[in-house]
């Protein structure tokens, strides 16, 4: 097998596996398994939850006694992390070792191993700052950066997908006004689609999901009675146990309200990159990418909506941390197509 295709092909496991890890994640986190393991990188000083059962070691941290089933969900996620560690340190390598044939970037793959170790990082204060909502949505934010970092570095590859080919023959004949335009708002499009998964995080850590059970009103009203002094402050301190939420309910509607007002400007935002693609002249290679945003943009919205219909069931909000991801592939997709030379 050929060093290009090894390549792509563990590009691909990568992407794969990160979505998994990133969805994985939010289903740990909306299960209220993320202190499942007091401790890092092991649970109550073991390699697995049973080790930890069986050696009855649990005394260290008293008040906490081993749920299995909390702390086999979190250290899934955490051997599922160091799984994809080691792809993403053979694909470093990797990039290191073919330079010279330039078929990994290696500032790229570079960024990409800095993420992860930060990650790591983030993934460690996950834990002993107790669900620290500051450390929560950076390690969301890192962890969709990882993800974004890798499927780019796919779509960079040689040999791209045949969009990506079509776009490439197709250059020569479109406006190049039309093509900035474009990219342009893809580009914005992109920056207000990562404010909004940092919008979702920070809803998320602060248990403000269920502030607005109702839609589209929220506590019954249009503009409701909202706490904005203290939804966004975003240090607390330490020795501070941030399960369940530190905020009282008017600050967790004003986070709540204020992630729907984000939601209607990415929908406004993102319709508007992919109807400039689909209606311009001469950008016929990125046309699939567009129509993808939209399909993803659409899962996404109902997605939202009928997991605050519904009463907030597991399923639909890990499905909506999946949507926020696969609208962010989309949106990298577009705008990589709208890069292509």
């Given at each position: 097998?050929?060093t290009g295709r090894s390549i792509r092909?563990?590009?691909?496991?990568?992407?794969?596996?990160?979505?998994?890890?990133?969805?994985?994640?939010?289903?740990?986190?909306?299960?209220?398994?993320?202190?499942?393991?007091?401790?890092?990188?092991?649970?109550?000083?073991?390699?697995?939850?049973?080790?930890?059962?069986?050696?009855?070691?649990?005394?260290?941290?008293?008040?906490?006694?081993?749920?299995?089933?909390?702390?086999?969900?979190?250290?899934?996620?955490?051997?599922?992390?160091?799984?994809?560690?080691?792809?993403?340190?053979?694909?470093?390598a990797l990039a290191i070792s073919t330079?010279?044939?330039?078929?990994?970037?290696?500032?790229?793959?570079?960024?990409?191993?800095?993420?992860?170790?930060?990650?790591?990082?983030?993934?460690?204060?996950?834990?002993?700052?107790?669900?620290?909502?500051?450390?929560?949505?950076?390690?969301?934010?890192?962890?969709?950066?990882?993800?974004?970092?890798?499927?780019?570095?796919?779509?960079s590859l040689p040999r791209g997908t045949?969009?990506?080919?079509?776009?490439?023959?197709?250059?020569?004949?479109?406006?190049?006004?039309?093509?900035?335009?474009?990219?342009?708002?893809?580009?914005?499009?992109?920056?207000?689609?990562?404010?909004?998964?940092?919008?979702?995080?920070?809803?998320?850590?602060?248990?403000?999901?269920?502030?607005?059970?109702?839609?589209?009103?929220?506590?019954?009203?249009?503009?409701?009675?909202?706490?904005?002094?203290?939804?966004?402050?975003?240090?607390?301190?330490?020795?501070?146990?941030?399960?369940?939420?530190?905020?009282?309910?008017?600050?967790?509607?004003?986070?709540?309200?204020?992630?729907?007002?984000?939601?209607?400007?990415?929908?406004?935002?993102?319709?508007?990159?992919?109807?400039?693609?689909?209606?311009?002249?001469?950008?016929?290679?990125?046309?699939?990418?567009?129509?993808?945003?939209?399909?993803?943009?659409?899962?996404?919205?109902?997605?939202?909506?009928?997991?605050?219909?519904?009463?907030?069931?597991?399923?639909?909000?890990?499905?909506?941390?999946?949507?926020?991801?696969?609208?962010?592939?989309?949106?990298?997709?577009?705008?990589?197509?709208?890069?292509?030379?």
């Amino acid at each position: 097998m050929s060093t290009g295709r090894s390549i792509r092909r563990l590009c691909i496991l990568g992407v794969l596996l990160c979505f998994a890890v990133v969805v994985l994640g939010a289903y740990v986190r909306l299960t209220a398994a993320g202190l499942g393991c007091p401790d890092w990188p092991g649970c109550y000083g073991h390699l697995t939850p049973a080790g930890a059962q069986a050696a009855g070691s649990t005394t260290a941290f008293p008040g906490q006694p081993l749920e299995p089933g909390k702390a086999w969900r979190e250290m899934i996620h955490r051997y599922a992390v160091g799984t994809l560690s080691v792809i993403i340190v053979l694909l470093t390598a990797l990039a290191i070792s073919t330079r010279r044939q330039r078929v990994l970037s290696v500032p790229l793959a570079s960024v990409l191993l800095a993420t992860l170790i930060m990650q790591a990082a983030l993934g460690m204060l996950t834990v002993t700052w107790r669900l620290n909502p500051l450390i929560v949505t950076l390690h969301l934010l890192f962890g969709m950066t990882t993800l974004a970092l890798l499927w780019w570095l796919l779509l960079s590859l040689p040999r791209g997908t045949i969009a990506f080919q079509v776009e490439r023959r197709a250059a020569s004949g479109r406006s190049a006004r039309s093509l900035t335009l474009a990219r342009r708002v893809a580009l914005l499009g992109l920056i207000v689609l990562a404010l909004q998964i940092a919008l979702g995080g920070w809803t998320s850590s602060n248990y403000a999901a269920v502030a607005c059970p109702d839609f589209p009103t929220c506590q019954n009203a249009w503009w409701p009675r909202s706490d904005y002094r203290h939804a966004f402050v975003l240090w607390h301190g330490l020795n501070i146990d941030y399960e369940g939420g530190v905020l009282d309910n008017a600050a967790r509607v004003a986070i709540h309200f204020t992630h729907r007002l984000g939601a209607l400007i990415t929908t406004l935002v993102l319709t508007l990159a992919a109807a400039l693609v689909l209606r311009l002249r001469g950008l016929s290679g990125a046309r699939l990418p567009a129509a993808a945003v939209l399909a993803a943009l659409l899962l996404q919205l109902s997605l939202g909506i009928s997991m605050v219909m519904r009463g907030f069931p597991l399923a639909l909000a890990t499905a909506h941390t999946a949507g926020a991801a696969l609208l962010l592939l989309a949106t990298l997709a577009l705008l990589r197509a709208l890069s292509a030379r």
